[in-house]
């Protein structure tokens, strides 16, 4: 089981930074020039540290370097400045997209034990080597963890959103709006009891990474590597080094903020027959013509309407030519001999496994390793954007998908396997700057 304890925090004085200034999103969500825009905002954006290199670009030993030497500056001037032992809570507000509905996601800021997949900790998505070696790269460089991995947990007799509750109610430690117009709060919590009972909570836990298995492999990994060094050296490992553990933000599967966006296919269809992939299709799915609009935002109003309909059937939503659909999958299971059998059923389940199995692979030959190059598809949460690309004749068809409950990635994970990739999108990204983790 997880063991999740307090930690000496990095963070920015308010009286030396505008904090609002100086968060940038997650690494891998930084795109194009935005790395040059934030450090536009403030020379001490975090962005700074947690980017070594330009969107694109590969990182040099040198850049690492300067990366943590810029890290050590602020910390020697006074930026950044460090905390006795504490839990952090963390709290966001937010507007859910497409609805307008504002929501508060809250949890906590600790650090837990590293351990291998299996035990206490569960991923629930595949990863790739390239972000992870960026990642070990860096964390070899700064001994910091930059940004929370953002992890679940079940917290089913409420004992920790007690404390959490408890605390919200004071003025927060530190307060700041991140671009995409997120409220980010962090409050101390150091008292013994709230402390105590935190860390004695998690201890019957199981954690579920929601975001950022890239970051907890890397941690993993370095941990085994200083472990190694440290034997190789005569030297005796015990396992409360800092490297042991790594920053993560814990959030309770039953928190009402708890928001996972789906995550639409854009696809590169070539010459397609659509006539005989629609033929093909029928042999698993009912296919539901739906009324559109020629306007991109009324069609994707129109098909999320019909594909979010109250149903327990699997669906997938269809937009090609103008034209949209609803692909249900039939109630018999026929299906099954067509997808992968080494699968759990849980993951065959799944409206993504479906599309990636029955669709992408059979219909149009896209397989993981073309999933995995990035050269067929794309990926965007915003329907209506997929469906402008289809329209405008950037991609052949866009696929859109409902959200993946909670409770389902839970149980894929329960049965020791793995969403597809970008199966999920934990609305808003955890962001990066509030506070970090030093290993010395």
Avoid at 18 to 33: E, F, Q
Avoid at 347 to 356: F, G, K, P, Q, R
Wanted: glycine share 8%; aromatic share 8%; charged share 25%.
């Amino acid at each position: 089981m997880a063991e999740f304890v307090p930690f000496r925090g990095l963070r920015y004085d308010p009286a030396k930074v505008n904090l609002t200034d100086v968060l940038c999103p997650p690494y891998d969500v930084i795109k194009g020039t935005a790395r040059d825009e934030y450090l536009k905002r403030n020379a001490h954006n975090i962005v700074g540290v947690e980017l070594a290199a330009r969107y694109g670009e590969d990182a040099t030993p040198g850049q690492y370097a300067q990366s943590a030497a810029l890290l050590q500056q602020w910390r020697d001037e006074g930026t950044l400045v460090l905390d006795d032992a504490a839990y952090y809570v963390y709290e966001q507000e937010f507007q859910v997209p497409g609805t307008g509905e504002t929501k508060k996601r809250r949890g906590v800021i600790g650090a837990l034990a590293l351990e291998e997949f299996g035990k206490g900790v569960q991923p629930h998505e595949h990863t790739l080597s390239g972000p992870k070696q960026d990642r070990l790269n860096l964390l070899r460089a700064l001994r910091t963890n930059t940004s929370p991995i953002f992890g679940l947990f079940g917290d089913d007799d409420g004992w920790v959103a007690s404390v959490i509750d408890a605390v919200v109610v004071e003025p927060p430690l530190m307060e700041a709006q991140s671009s995409d117009d997120v409220k980010e709060r962090v409050w101390r919590l150091t008292d013994d009891e709230s402390v105590n009972a935190i860390q004695a909570a998690f201890e019957n836990e199981i954690i579920l990474i929601a975001d950022g298995h890239h970051r907890y492999e890397t941690a993993l990994n370095y941990r085994n590597e200083r472990k190694r060094d440290a034997e190789a050296a005569g030297k005796v490992w015990t396992g409360a080094e800092l490297e042991n553990y790594v920053m993560m933000m814990c959030v309770s599967t039953g928190d009402p903020g708890l928001i996972v966006l789906p995550t639409h296919r854009l696809v590169k269809t070539g010459e397609a027959d659509w006539s005989q992939v629609f033929d093909n299709l029928e042999k698993h799915f009912e296919i539901i013509t739906v009324a559109t609009e020629s306007n991109a935002a009324i069609q994707a109003q129109e098909l999320l309407a019909a594909l979010n309909q109250e149903d327990t059937q699997p669906r997938i939503g269809l937009h090609i030519n103008g034209q949209s659909y609803v692909l249900r999958l039939h109630q018999s299971d026929a299906y099954l001999a067509a997808m992968d059998s080494e699968r759990s059923a849980a993951y065959n389940a799944l409206d993504v496994s479906l599309l990636h199995t029955l669709i992408l692979e059979k219909q149009f030959g896209i397989g993981q390793a073309e999933l995995a190059a990035y050269s067929h598809v794309a990926y965007t949460i915003d329907a209506e954007e997929a469906i402008a690309k289809v329209n405008s004749g950037d991609y052949g068809a866009a696929f859109i998908l409902r959200s993946t409950p909670v409770h389902q990635v839970r149980e894929v994970a329960g049965a020791g396997d793995k969403m597809p990739q970008k199966s999920t999108y934990f609305y808003p990204k955890l962001v990066t700057g509030l506070v970090l983790r030093p290993l010395d």
